[in-house]
Each structure stands twice: as structure tokens, then as C-alpha cells.
């Protein structure tokens, strides 16, 4: 009889490498922001022009400053963001406070109503969810329990032992520190460029936003800068402090210079000196508080030029401004710059404000020739009428023609898209120049090369050019139709 024998061991797999498997660090979820947040941010950066002297980075810099300040207060979702002040009207405290010092008053006239302090918006804040879970028997001045804490942070966070708690307490004091330690060095800096202008703040330690409450009222004296420069020629520059009265020219100058401007414009100077020279009296007049006729003059008039040299960027600015002008009751030439508006939004395809714009048209503007002009360019589109688009585009009334420049190239591209399908033979190059308004034969024959299309043109033996008209036609125009309608930037520029 014989007895297997069991073996003492139990073999395994040898290993082939020394270094164990790295466990995997979940990646840090982003940070998103409520609506109101992004609401107040993109407020800032709407109100952002050249005039105010404030640059992005500088604007980017206090948006950060200030949300964090808030998520060390862990006071982000107890904040109405609805009524803080856009992140300008800090820098510009900050500035005035930086070179008058104690003697700073904040200017009525820019700020009729000075907003709360921070406290205020933390007090107005209340939390949607209470609605929610609000009994009927409890009274309209009772406080729920789940209130009665002061931090509501801790009112949402359960920890589910000591440990967790301490932790949370930690962390949170690291955010705190790091924060005073920024804090400390922005107050260090501010009161290095304080003592440079010879003045000192009154209480070093506090942001500017944060004693506002506590200014006192502004001083019946203290008004807009009243200028004394003489000068008809004056480069532009951004303001960095609070503008001084010999650098400023007063309004009977200003109407010299706008003399000088149009002649010198008339004479062939060139457009970089133009824009500059009127942003430059952009900035007296805006420094000064002048809004008045005289204003408006000088924002149509650079809005023009603007047009005609293809600056969206400028007559945007002019165009925002000369809205705020006419709404006061200001004379000028309000419905040929409403019918600039309309034809703009086409341009952009921005539907939405296009909308808003026609909703509001009263029947006087309706009959003007300049804004039915636009309200038939933009039925004509929206129709598929390029027959009726491209007579229109021959007989602008004003500037409106400068602006359809910008646009009408996607509307030929999209008619001739249209013309492919329609169309079963071939059509000449002299039918398509009248029909899609080119000024000659030559010209919408270089249009074809430009935009690729040169391999659809065939020369016949008496010399004429045609166009074929088939499939690849279609989809040729077609993909390059899409291709124009691409998004469109704030500016207006393809």
C-alpha cells in the first residue's frame, strides 16, 4: 500500500517588479460658481471701455480679490451679487483713496446712491431652501432652529465624528491666514504708494469698500475737474490717477479742436491720429461731466469715421455712449444711429437684442427713412429675398452702406447657394455681377478667385464667362455659406 506525500509549501506567482502600484489621487473637482456670481462677473466685464483708464488685468485682479475675500469669510451664498457694485467701482476708490488720502470724498455724480458695505449685503441675503421647508406654524418673525446659528456653513455640515470637525476647523484657518497674509501685502504696497504722494490713510487695516458706510457725506464744493489746458492737439492716455485741471481741456477748446479735427480729416490725415485725438477729447469730456450737445457732436462724429475706416471696436464704444446721450432727452441724429444698431445686429446675428430693438420701435422711428431702410434689409434676409437685399445695398441712405459692407459678402455667398438649386444651366458672370450688386464684371470676377470658386467659371469662345450651375456648385456655396455665418465676436469682426 503505498501514501502520496503532500508537498510543505504552496508555490505563487514570482514577483517581477519591486515598486508597488501608485494609487490613484481623484482629481480636484472645479469650482462652479453660482448664477449671481457669473452675473456679477460678466457686469464688470460689460462695463469695461477704454475710457475708464482700468485694464483687464487689473480688472481680472480685483474680481479675484474680491470673490476671495468672500470664500475666506465663507460668505460666498450669503452675498446679494445683484446689488454689489461692479469690480470698476473699487479700483477707482482704491485710486481716489490712494492719492487724496482722508480728504477723498466719493463723487455724487458718478454714484448718486454709494452702495452698503459688505455687511449690508451679507444681512439682505436669504437662502431659497427656508421657503421650502417653512411650516405654516411657524410665525412670520419666528426663527426657525435650524437658523439660530450665526455661521451657516455650519448649519449645513453634519461631521460625523470629533476628528472630521477638527479637520474642517483647520483647514479653515489655513484659508484665513493666507488670506490676512495677502491682504497684509496689498495694505503694504498701498501705503508704500501712499507715503510716495506724501499721504496716509486712516485706518490701514481696512479695505477701502469696507469704510464706506462711515464716509461722510460729499462735500457741496467738490464737483467734476474743471479744465485749463489750451492745447488743440492732445494725445490719449489712460488714466492711472485722478485727472489734474492743466491737463484737461475745457469745453470752448474742445469745439477748436473738433474744428481742427474735421479739417485735418478733410485734408487726408490718417486714422490712428484721428481716433487718437478723439478719444483723447472723450476723456475731458468725461472727466468734466459734460453731457450735452456738444457731447453728442463729438461721439457721431467719431462714430463716422469709425464706420468708414471699419473700426466696429471704437463706433461700438460711440455707439453705447450716444444710447445713454439720447436717452436724456439730447439732440442729435438718434434714428440714424438706431438704424446703424439694427443693421449691426445683423451683421453679428445677434437675434436677441435685434428683437428687443424692433419690439421698442415707436411709429415715428418706423417712417424714418434711415430705419426702414434697415427694417427692410432685415425682412429681406430673413425672406430669402436677395433680389431686394442687393438693391438695397446699391442705394444706402447715410452710412448704412459701411456697415452692410460688413455682412454682404455672406449674404452673396448665400445667394448664390440659393442660385445653385433654383437654376439649371449655367449663368453668366454678367448676369451675376447686376444681380449680386458687384460695380462691374471685373470686380465679381475677382470675387470668385477669392473666395475659391475660380474652378466653376468657364470662358466661352466670344470671351464671356459663365458660371456653372449643378451640384457641386450647391454644395460649394453651401459648405462656404456655413462656413460665413461662424460666430462673431463682441467687436462685430468675422
Not at 132 to 150: A, C, H, T
Not at 231 to 243: G, N, V
Not at 303 to 316: Q, T, V
Not at 347 to 360: F, G
Request: charged share 25%.
Amino acid at each position: 500500500m503505498s501514501s502520496t506525500t503532500a508537498p510543505a509549501f504552496t508555490a505563487v506567482a514570482a514577483r517581477r517588479t519591486l515598486t508597488g502600484s501608485e494609487p490613484s489621487v481623484p482629481k480636484p473637482s472645479p469650482t462652479i460658481w453660482s448664477k449671481e456670481v457669473r452675473e456679477w462677473v460678466s457686469r464688470g466685464f460689460a462695463a469695461a471701455t477704454d475710457d475708464d483708464g482700468i485694464t483687464h488685468d487689473e480688472l481680472t485682479a480685483k474680481i479675484k480679490q474680491i470673490i476671495t475675500e468672500y470664500m475666506s469669510n465663507e460668505s460666498m451664498y450669503s452675498v446679494d451679487w445683484s446689488i454689489l457694485p461692479i469690480p470698476q467701482y473699487f479700483i477707482q476708490q482704491e485710486r481716489q483713496q490712494a492719492i487724496l488720502g482722508p480728504a477723498y470724498q466719493p463723487n455724487a455724480m458718478y454714484y448718486p446712491t454709494p452702495p452698503p458695505p459688505l455687511s449690508t449685503f451679507r444681512e439682505q441675503a436669504t437662502v431659497p431652501a427656508s421657503k421650502k421647508r417653512k411650516s405654516s406654524e411657524l410665525g412670520v418673525d419666528q426663527e426657525p432652529p435650524w437658523r439660530k446659528s450665526n455661521s451657516l456653513l455650519e448649519d449645513r455640515v453634519t461631521y460625523a465624528n470629533p476628528t472630521f470637525e477638527d479637520r474642517a476647523e483647520k483647514r479653515s484657518k489655513k484659508r484665513r491666514d493666507e488670506t490676512n497674509k495677502a491682504t497684509s501685502k496689498y495694505q503694504n504696497d498701498l501705503e508704500l504708494r501712499k507715503q510716495r504722494f506724501g499721504l496716509h490713510s486712516p485706518s490701514p487695516s481696512q479695505p477701502p469698500w469696507r469704510s464706506r458706510s462711515e464716509t461722510p457725506a460729499p462735500d457741496a464744493s467738490s464737483g467734476p475737474v474743471i479744465g485749463t489746458n489750451e492745447d488743440l492737439e492732445k494725445k490719449y492716455f489712460r488714466l492711472t490717477s485722478a485727472p489734474k485741471p492743466e491737463a484737461v481741456r475745457p469745453q470752448r477748446v474742445l469745439e477748436n479742436s473738433l474744428k481742427f479735427l474735421k479739417k485735418k480729416w478733410r485734408e487726408g490725415a490718417s486714422y490712428p491720429y484721428i481716433c487718437d485725438q478723439f478719444k483723447s477729447m472723450r476723456q475731458d469730456l468725461t472727466v468734466q461731466h459734460l453731457k450735452n450737445e456738444f457731447t453728442v457732436s463729438v461721439y457721431e462724429l467719431h462714430a463716422r469715421i469709425a464706420l468708414e475706416k471699419g473700426d466696429l471696436g471704437e463706433y461700438n464704444q460711440c455707439q453705447t455712449q450716444l444710447r445713454a446721450l439720447y436717452a436724456q432727452g439730447l439732440q442729435g441724429h438718434p434714428t440714424e444711429f438706431l438704424a446703424y444698431r439694427i443693421l449691426y445686429f445683423i451683421h453679428t446675428a445677434n437675434k436677441t437684442d435685434l428683437n428687443d430693438v424692433l419690439a421698442e420701435l415707436t411709429p415715428a422711428e418706423k417712417d424714418d427713412v434711415s430705419v426702414k431702410h434697415a427694417l427692410d434689409v432685415r425682412s429681406a434676409i430673413a425672406l430669402g429675398n436677395y433680389h431686394k437685399l442687393f438693391r438695397l445695398f446699391i442705394d444706402p441712405p447715410n452710412m448704412s452702406g459701411y456697415i452692410m459692407d460688413r455682412f454682404i459678402d455672406r449674404e452673396r455667398v448665400s445667394a448664390l447657394a440659393k442660385m445653385g438649386r433654383g437654376y439649371k444651366r449655367a449663368l453668366s458672370l454678367r448676369f451675376l455681377a447686376e444681380e449680386l450688386a458687384f460695380e462691374s464684371v471685373q470686380q465679381c470676377h475677382d470675387w470668385f478667385i477669392a473666395v475659391g470658386a475660380q474652378d466653376l467659371l468657364e470662358s466661352k469662345e466670344d470671351g464671356s464667362v459663365w458660371l456653372a450651375a449643378d451640384t457641386p456648385t450647391y454644395k460649394l456655396f453651401e459648405s462656404a455659406r456655413q462656413t460665413t455665418f461662424s460666430k462673431v465676436d463682441i467687436k462685430g469682426q468675422i
